[in-house]
């Protein structure tokens, strides 16, 4: 697969999660696929997914940068968002923040097989600060 297949796949992958549309997921997730080291498969991915978009409602993966050397994507994703109720650990409840994801992803016959993920909390933590 070249970069320029893999880039569409990929944004289509992230337009995918925005329209939460999870009847298309194993279009773009294998079915083995593990999280940070923790084996979900296409169902624990996707009750993942749910569970942060319960908890985030107006949650939208905006790609900031993007670089494709197959099999292999790296995104850096911006999120502006209210987090019902405690988010990371960090008591949210409503307040409007905005962090970035630095994820990693590695590809297998089209379809994500691994994803490396880490989310700025000091970035939360910064603007939950007194003063802020």
Known sequence: MDR?????????????????????LAEFVAD???????PLGIAGYRAMLE?????????????????CD?????????????????FLG???H??????AENVFYRFRDGRICEVWSVLDKAAIEAQLAPGH
């Open 4 to 24: 320029n297949a893999l880039e569409r796949i990929y944004r289509g992958y992230i337009d995918c999660l925005n329209g939460q549309e999870w009847s298309r």
């Open 70 to 86: 197959p099999p292999h994507v790296a995104s850096r994703l911006l999120f502006d968002c209210q987090p019902k109720n405690v």
């Open 32 to 38: 083995d696929a593990v999280h940070n080291g923790r």
């Open 94 to 99: 409503g307040r409007r923040i905005s962090f």
């Open 90 to 92: 960090l008591p949210i």
């Open 51 to 67: 569970t942060d978009f319960a908890s985030i409602p107006d949650l939208v993966f905006t790609i900031e940068r993007l670089a």
